[in-house]
């Protein structure tokens, strides 16, 4: 599963980001958790669609990456009710 980003969409659009302020979202409630493709030349940062094809532009990277053993998922266990089935999915397909 290299290459996944477990993405956050939130319930507020993300407030912008001010020099030495909160990380933009922080505080903001998950709405979603999508997976995303990483941004080219990055591992750490979502590409511009999910899996299931939405803007991750507001979304915001989760700390959890998927490590590829066998039988562990994708997304954090704790925000199992929050997962996008389409991503789901598509992690299941590939």
């Not at 094809?53 to 998927?66: Q, S």
């Amino acid at each position: 599963m290299s290459g996944i980003i477990v993405v956050h969409e939130l319930e507020t659009a993300a407030p912008s980001h001010t020099a030495g302020g909160p990380a933009p979202g922080a505080g903001a409630a998950v709405r979603q958790v999508h997976a995303a493709p990483a941004a080219p030349g990055t591992t750490t940062e979502p590409g511009p669609r999910t899996l299931c094809g939405r803007d991750t532009f507001a979304m915001r990277a989760a700390a959890r990456t998927p490590s590829g053993e066998p039988g562990s998922r994708w997304y954090p266990p704790e925000e199992q009710g929050l997962v996008c089935p389409s991503c789901d999915a598509a992690m299941d397909d590939g």
